[in-house]
């Protein structure tokens, strides 16, 4: 398995700073101008990539009011509760006839626009719209004959594993491997809206990365950057984050979306977390070696006459570092100088007598 793919031209690994893809989701409040007000947003935030969600309504769910498809008083987001499904996703649904005038904005402000695809006349739309990568939502991430024709496009597909246990994770990682998918990213996910960050678990990436020597990510619903930001030491490549427009924004994702400041300061926050990450050697970089010359050493603190011994009455523990290291102080006591020492001057092995 490569752990590396392109979306579009842009380079996703390990060696590479994370892509940072901004989710628009239910933010653009069915409005076409709010959706080309997030664009430019996010294109002036420093976003690269947005995504958005396309599905064919009849496709989701059924417009029914059988308890089933019935939202209970269960989600802290309280516009989600009692509504039926047929309602949520009508009202947070991207209307088909708003995706060619939207992709192709998205792409005059250099950022590269792609979808979470739902079914298969779907998929067959944003093929048409030559979409550069898919996202499988978490809710879908068992949806097998759907991840089988998504992959048969060879298109780069994320895959979130929100509401999956090991077990589940294992069975949708050994089905890629039947199917022969090349081109996967595997976000780490927790399908709770928003995430308290005590249930976050960023440990998880690191172990879907080690298990299965894949590229992996973070999707994230917590409602500040701290997770995103720390998800990068953890082997994050790929970060998605809800954008709104502003803190007063209201929408039913509005309370785990951040702001277009926000997302900038995930962005070059998380390109710093990249950076700082190195590798296990430890390595003294040129400022070190500037600075630990005022480490502490041993100096003399009074004139020593030659032939006098050293005793913590004529040697001194104190900056700068060019005496003997403090490890020695104990090892040099009682023996004889070669020659007198003034005070201030550093303590040697060369002007001790040797025994």
């Not at 996967?184 to 020597?213: A, E, G, M, R, W």
């Not at 390595?283 to 070190?288: N, S």
Request: glycine share 4%; net charge positive.
């Amino acid at each position: 398995m490569s752990k590396r793919l392109f979306i579009n031209k842009r380079k996703i690994s390990q060696n590479n700073p994370p892509l940072i893809v901004a989710e628009i989701s239910a933010n653009h409040q069915n409005s076409l101008n709010k959706t080309l007000k997030l664009l430019k947003k996010a294109a002036d935030a420093g976003v690269e990539a947005v995504k958005f969600q396309t599905y064919d309504l009849n496709e989701m769910t059924l417009n029914i009011n059988k308890k089933e498809f019935l939202i209970q008083n269960k989600f802290k987001n309280k516009e989600w509760n009692s509504r039926s499904l047929y309602s949520i996703y009508k009202e947070t649904r991207f209307p088909y006839k708003w995706h060619k005038h939207v992709f192709k904005k998205a792409k005059s402000l250099g950022m590269i626009c792609f979808s979470s695809v739902f079914d298969e006349k779907s998929l067959n739309f944003l093929e048409k719209l030559k979409c550069p990568a898919y996202k499988i939502a978490s809710l879908e991430s068992l949806h097998f004959p759907l991840i089988k024709k998504v992959v048969k496009t060879n298109k780069p597909i994320i895959i979130s594993t929100g509401t999956l246990n090991r077990r589940e994770i294992d069975t949708l990682m050994k089905f890629l491997k039947k199917i022969k998918s090349k081109k996967h990213i595997i976000l780490h996910c927790i399908s709770d809206y928003p995430t308290q960050n005590k249930d976050v678990n960023l440990k998880f990436i690191s172990f879907l990365i080690k298990k299965y020597n894949c590229l992996s990510g973070f999707s994230d619903h917590t409602s500040s950057i701290g997770a995103a930001i720390s998800s990068v030491a953890f082997g994050a490549c790929l970060i998605e984050k809800h954008l709104k427009l502003s803190k007063s924004s209201k929408s039913l994702d509005h309370q785990f979306s951040i702001t277009p400041s926000e997302i900038n300061s995930l962005i070059l926050e998380a390109n710093n977390a990249w950076a700082s990450i190195g590798n296990e050697k430890k390595k003294i970089t040129k400022g070190e070696n500037f600075v630990k010359k005022f480490r502490r050493s041993i100096y003399a603190n009074r004139q020593i006459k030659k032939g006098e011994k050293i005793s913590h009455m004529n040697v001194k523990i104190i900056r700068p570092g060019l005496g003997l290291s403090p490890r020695y102080f104990t090892n040099i006591q009682g023996k004889k100088v070669n020659r007198n020492i003034n005070v201030g001057e550093p303590i040697k092995f060369n002007i001790l007598k040797s025994s």
